[in-house]
């Protein structure tokens, strides 16, 4: 299975920071990963496809980018309604797998 | 409004069986691939099952293979997660996914609000 490893962990952000995190595939998947954002007590929403694709409705302060094994996802004006924890998932081979998530915490 | 509901969840003994179910509204649910994928508590996402449009083709992954099986009643809108054979490492809130596509790519956009599976002695 392709291992999706995910850094950082967690992060202590404050309101109009630019957020970085990192997802590294244990081997080449294309650009096939998205990016889901969880909120305490909901269930995943689609922010990113295909690596760099912003999904219908989605802010343009979020970004994706990479291919191959390294990705990278961004806010670029963090904001309040932001406090979340992000997943990346592989969609180039079954079984499909996610990153352990970056938690996002207020500093 | 694309909705998905899901429902059958509980708290049940090792080993027993338990039969969750997925009601989909707002779309052709005969048209779209759809997913189970669950969250142990406090803990990340594991993709567990994927069945086609037609029932055509199934893929699950391996902690669930063999004792897990997922179908669809496109006559009712309704995806089934059959699970046999529980174990501790099962309990987690199980969401049933919506596959969404464009030209060349698939992705999970929508996702039911969760029903959660305990399985304890």
């Known amino acids: 299975d392709i291992v999706m490893t995910q850094s950082p962990t967690s992060m202590s952000i404050s309101v109009g920071d630019r957020v970085t995190m990192n997802c590294k595939a244990s081997q080449n998947v294309g650009s096939n990963v998205d990016w889901y954002q969880q909120k305490t007590g909901q269930s995943p929403k689609l922010l990113i496809y295909k690596a760099s694709n912003r999904y219908t409705g989605v802010p343009d302060r979020f970004t994706g980018s990479g291919s191959g094994t390294d990705f990278t996802f961004t806010i670029s004006n963090m904001q309040a309604e932001d406090l979340a924890v992000y997943y990346c998932?592989?969609?180039?081979?079954?079984?499909?797998?996610f990153g352990a998530g970056t938690k996002l915490e207020l500093k | 409004e694309v909705q998905l509901v899901e429902s059958g969840g509980g708290l049940v003994q090792p080993g027993s069986s338990l039969k969750l179910s997925c009601v989909a509204s707002g779309f052709t649910f005969s048209s779209y691939n759809m997913h189970w994928i669950r969250q142990a508590p406090k803990k990340g996402l594991e993709w567990i099952a994927l069945?086609?449009?037609?029932?055509?083709?199934?893929y699950y992954a391996d902690s669930v293979k063999g004792r897990f099986t997922i179908s669809r009643d496109n006559s009712k809108n309704t995806l089934y997660l059959e699970m046999n054979s529980l174990r501790s490492e099962d309990t987690a809130m199980y969401y049933c996914?919506?596959?969404?596509?464009?030209?060349?790519?698939?992705?999970?956009?929508?996702w039911g609000q969760g029903v959660m599976v305990t399985v304890s002695s």
């Open positions: 069945i086609y449009y037609d029932s055509s083709n199934k």
């Open positions: 998932m592989q969609s180039n081979s079954y079984p499909y797998t």
């Open positions: 996914a919506k596959e969404g596509y464009t030209t060349d790519y698939w992705y999970f956009d929508y």
